[in-house]
Nanobody, 125 residues
Framework: QIQLVESGGRAVQAGDSLTLSCTTS????????MGWFRQAPGKEREFVAI?????????IYRESVKGRFTISRDNAKNVVYLQMSNLKPEDTAVYYC?????????????????WGQGTQVTVSS
């Protein structure tokens, strides 16, 4: 069974930077689009950033993180990253990475079939 494991979450101050990593043992990692999602207490899970399969040439960002977050992938290492800068208290959430079988990147959580366990990011003001 394919597993995704997130890491890198921690408590930081507003304005700080943080990089999350998501690793997998899947040998076909490069064949799938990947996404980062987050869920704050009492709120629904929402997409943060999506990257296309293979070269990762296509990316999609949530409007509120554009210019602050960068998603990237290293298929040789089976890792997808989320670089976050200028963090704000409203970025506080559990962050999840996920895989979709969809050919084209999608922001819809229901179209992702494999999820990690999540990593907590807490941003204090």
């Amino acid at each position: 069974q394919i597993q995704l494991v997130e890491s890198g979450g921690r408590a930081v101050q507003a304005g700080d930077s943080l990089t999350l990593s998501c690793t997998t043992s899947s040998r076909t990692f490069g064949s799938y689009a990947m996404g980062w999602f987050r869920q704050a207490p009492g709120k629904e899970r929402e997409f943060v950033a999506i990257i296309s399969r293979s070269s990762g040439s296509d990316t999609i960002y949530r409007e509120s993180v554009k210019g602050r977050f960068t998603i990237s992938r290293d298929n040789a290492k089976n890792v997808v990253y989320l670089q976050m800068s200028n963090l704000k208290p409203e970025d506080t959430a559990v962050y999840y990475c996920a895989r979709t079988r969809r050919t084209l990147p999608t922001t819809e959580p229901g179209l992702y079939d494999v999820w990690g366990q999540g990593t907590q990011v807490t941003v204090s003001s």
